[in-house]
């Protein structure tokens, strides 16, 4: 799908999967103009597909658009570009319980631009690949390495919207911290450089006394889907969940840590590696809240049970 100057999008194709051609003067090339969203559809036990939360991809798309200058096409446009491509790829749904269709939408600046400016030219497009479990340990609680040094976003910049370039510095951060036997890497504030605030790709959540805390979003973090969908949940079952400022000592001292997003979906961290010191939570209560949280959101997204929040779409 692509989208003139005057930022309207023209209707979508269907094309077989491959490489796409782009000018090598693309806004997304020289300057970072390019969005990415991640879904995961799940199969039911009766073959339909079910999506979580899709119209919250495409208005996160659209925040991100605009912080970006860029056209993003409407919610309606970015569904019908999904629903499109699922049921192009429907045989590649995995059966239930045995992974998902990961569904990644793109928008990027394709126009030709030479100096800072938005491209005069956007494309969007959606591709999809059936994937299992995001960590190589498949559901054991993974490892995290914290580093003082590495930061995601700085304060002003985009570490609140999916585009490209956050990635850009957290795949080096993320390697370090898996050649140092890690599965992926805790990132602190960039200010102070002792609030807990995201991995490379999800959320974080701890639990003391049976309160749930997950950092507050003060613009160097993502909005996670799932981060709000847990929120949501857990106080749909009562427990009280607080949105604050967490600091690395805390984490260090919480029952159990766990985190989230569509691709990780819920994992537990079963150690964390702070200045050389390493903090376990294995044996600390069995990681109870994490285990049910898990257990209800999978649950819903598989369509195992009725989905009493209303966010699953067919
Ligand atoms: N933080 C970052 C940096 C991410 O890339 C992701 C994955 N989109 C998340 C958090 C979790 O977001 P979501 O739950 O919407 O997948």
Not at 134 to 158: N, R
């Amino acid at each position: 799908m692509r989208c003139s100057e005057e930022g309207v999008f023209t209707k979508g194709e269907l094309v077989p999967y491959g490489p796409i051609e782009l000018n090598p003067a693309a806004g997304v090339l020289n300057y970072g103009q390019g969005l990415l969203e991640g879904l995961r559809a799940h199969r039911k036990e009766d073959g339909s597909v079910l999506l979580f939360r899709p119209d919250e991809n495409a208005l996160r798309m659209r925040v991100g658009a605009d912080r970006l200058c860029m056209p993003a096409p409407s919610v309606e446009q970015f569904l019908e570009a999904i629903k499109l491509t699922i049921l192009a790829n429907k045989r590649w749904v995995p059966p239930t319980g045995k992974g998902s269709l990961y569904i990644r939408p793109l928008l990027i600046g394709s126009g030709a631009i030479l100096g800072v400016a938005p491209a005069p030219e956007y494309t969007f497009v959606v591709f999809a690949c059936p994937v299992g479990h995001y960590f190589k340990d498949g559901l054991s609680p993974i490892s995290l390495l914290t580093e003082e040094e590495y930061q995601c976003a700085a304060p002003g910049g985009t570490g609140d919207i999916k585009t490209i370039g956050n990635y850009a510095s957290a795949v080096y951060a993320k390697e370090r911290a898996k050649e140092r036997g890690h599965s992926d890497v805790l990132y602190l504030d960039p200010v102070h450089k002792k609030f807990v605030e995201e991995l490379s790709s999800c959320n974080i959540f701890m639990v003391k006394d049976n309160i749930i805390s997950t950092p507050l979003l003060t613009g160097t973090v993502l909005p996670g889907i799932t981060r709000r969908s847990i929120i949501e949940y857990a106080r749909s079952l009562g427990f009280q969940v607080e949105e604050c400022l967490i600091t690395i000592d805390e984490l260090l001292d919480a029952d159990e840590v766990f985190c989230t997003g569509t691709s990780v979906v819920l994992s537990s961290v079963g150690c964390i590696v702070y200045q050389g010191r390493r903090v376990e939570y294995g044996n600390q209560k069995f990681r109870t809240v994490s285990q049910q949280l898990y257990s209800a959101l999978t649950a819903i997204q598989k369509g195992l049970v009725e989905d009493s929040m209303g966010w699953t779409v067919q």
